[in-house]
Nanobody
Framework: QVQLVESGGGLVQAGGSLRLSCAVS????????MGWFRQAPGKEREFVTS????????YYADSVKGRFTISRDGALNTVYLQMNGLKPEDTAVYYC???????????????????WGKGTLVTVSS
């Protein structure tokens, strides 16, 4: 059983930065592609970014390219989302997801997620 716990959300002004963390808890260390998704009020969940477990392959939604960066710390078994140049339209609940059967590319196509965190709220004010 895999458990994902997000942290780092909060209220920031437009143009500010936040770093989200996703701690992965599992009894045995397996290979998982990881990703971040977000859901704004009244909107559908959307893909933000994904990363292979090796960290060698990443994908980004067009809306966040150049502003957000996904990374992982293998020793800490944690995935991060560095968000810079935040905009009001980035306001959403951000969810961490993991896929053992899929790939980072598949996650970018909204496929393969097997585990989800409970989410952390990011609010960007003008």
């Amino acid at each position: 059983q895999v458990q994902l716990v997000e942290s780092g959300g909060g209220l920031v002004q437009a143009g500010g930065s936040l770093r989200l963390s996703c701690a992965v808890s599992e009894r045995t260390r397996r290979t998982y592609a990881m990703g971040w998704f977000r859901q704004a009020p009244g909107k559908e969940r959307e893909f933000v970014t994904s990363i292979s477990w090796s960290g060698g392959i990443t994908y980004y939604a067009d809306s966040v390219k150049g502003r957000f960066t996904i990374s992982r710390d293998g020793a800490l078994n944690t995935v991060y989302l560095q968000m810079n140049g935040l905009k009001p339209e980035d306001t959403a609940v951000y969810y961490c997801a993991a896929s053992q059967s899929g790939t980072a590319q598949a996650m970018g196509e909204n496929r393969g997620m097997e585990y989800w965190g409970k989410g952390t709220l990011v609010t960007v004010s003008s």
